[in-house]
């Protein structure tokens, strides 16, 4: 018998870990996919491909040609269509899905979250919380700020982003993890009064939040959009290892 194929939907911290221990774990044929939107991107260990599928019966397709017995989706929460594309495939092809989902964050003594929806959303009531933003949502969506002419951006993303972005901006090319005295100097250096985010959950940019706490800044917090119905759900990777053993264990006969 083949030995099991494990296709990770990859791009986060969750995702190289879990390569790395399935591969390292022997006796599962480990393939990681990148989406291929960063052009030097954190490769996983085991086999990678870079690239979309097109679309779900892309996905099922190439679920088939390679054999694919679970798939684990460990994709960056707010990346939505790969996410909706994933439980589709999975029934297409009836192989076994897993989600791995970080858990978001929540707000502690002191912070001043404002919960938005959409980018949107935060757009709009930016102009009521402050003048000087410091946006980390990403080079993606920063078409929903363009027309915030009154106020001055500091946007931080790994790759530059596409037009149209906000016209009084800074741009930040960096990578996390952030550390907290870091992210203290950046809302201290460029006198920031409102930060934007996702609720990416997790420790790696979480340090912001801790520093626009200290300094008593409101928080805008997009939303993490909802895991899709039906499909087993794991908070980290010990979880998804766990539902995988259960897996296979359903598949001996």
Same mark, same amino acid.
């Given at each position: 018998?083949?030995?099991?194929?494990? *296709?990770?939907?990859?791009?986060?911290?969750?995702?190289? @870990? /879990?390569?790395? &221990?399935?591969?390292?774990?022997?006796?599962?044929?480990?393939?990681?996919? /990148?989406?291929?939107?960063?052009?030097?991107?954190?490769?996983?260990?085991? @086999?990678?491909?870079?690239? =979309?599928?097109? =679309?779900?019966?892309? *996905?099922? &397709?190439?679920? &088939?040609?390679?054999?694919?017995?679970?798939?684990?989706?460990?994709?960056?929460?707010?990346?939505?269509?790969?996410?909706?594309?994933?439980?589709?495939?999975?029934?297409?092809? =009836?192989?076994?899905?897993?989600?791995?989902?970080?858990?978001?964050?929540?707000?502690?003594?002191?912070? &001043?979250?404002?919960?938005?929806?959409?980018?949107?959303?935060?757009?709009?009531?930016?102009?009521?919380? +402050?003048?000087?933003?410091? *946006?980390?949502? %990403?080079?993606? %969506?920063?078409?929903?700020?363009?027309?915030?002419?009154?106020?001055?951006?500091?946007?931080?993303? $790994?790759?530059?982003?596409?037009?149209?972005?906000?016209?009084?901006?800074? /741009?930040?090319? #960096?990578?996390?993890?952030?550390?907290?005295?870091?992210?203290?100097? !950046? /809302?201290?250096?460029?006198?920031? #009064?409102?930060? $934007?985010?996702?609720?990416?959950? +997790?420790?790696?940019?979480?340090?912001?939040?801790?520093?626009?706490?200290?300094? +008593?800044?409101?928080?805008? !917090?997009?939303?993490?959009?909802?895991?899709?119905?039906?499909?087993?759900?794991?908070? #980290? $990777?010990? =979880?998804?290892?766990? *539902?995988?053993?259960?897996?296979?264990? #359903?598949?001996?006969?």
């Amino acid at each position: 018998m083949p030995a099991p194929h494990v *296709l990770v939907l990859a791009g986060t911290a969750e995702a190289r @870990e /879990l390569a790395a &221990r399935l591969v390292d774990g022997g006796g599962v044929r480990v393939t990681a996919s /990148l989406a291929g939107r960063v052009a030097v991107p954190r490769t996983p260990a085991g @086999e990678v491909r870079i690239g =979309g599928f097109g =679309g779900a019966e892309g *996905l099922a &397709r190439w679920i &088939r040609e390679h054999r694919v017995t679970v798939v684990v989706d460990a994709t960056h929460p707010f990346a939505e269509r790969i996410s909706e594309n994933a439980p589709e495939a999975a029934r297409a092809t =009836g192989v076994e899905l897993i989600a791995l989902r970080r858990p978001g964050w929540t707000p502690g003594p002191g912070d &001043r979250w404002h919960s938005v929806g959409t980018l949107k959303e935060a757009a709009t009531l930016l102009p009521t919380l +402050g003048t000087r933003v410091f *946006l980390t949502t %990403g080079r993606l %969506g920063l078409a929903a700020f363009a027309e915030n002419d009154d106020l001055w951006f500091l946007v931080r993303s $790994v790759e530059p982003p596409e037009p149209p972005t906000p016209r009084n901006c800074e /741009l930040i090319l #960096d990578r996390g993890p952030f550390t907290l005295d870091g992210e203290r100097e !950046v /809302l201290r250096t460029h006198r920031i #009064d409102v930060v $934007v985010t996702k609720d990416s959950g +997790g420790p790696a940019t979480a340090a912001k939040l801790t520093a626009a706490r200290e300094l +008593g800044l409101p928080v805008v !917090v997009v939303r993490r959009p909802e895991p899709p119905a039906g499909v087993r759900t794991a908070a #980290d $990777v010990d =979880g998804v290892l766990a *539902l995988l053993s259960r897996a296979a264990a #359903d598949r001996c006969p």
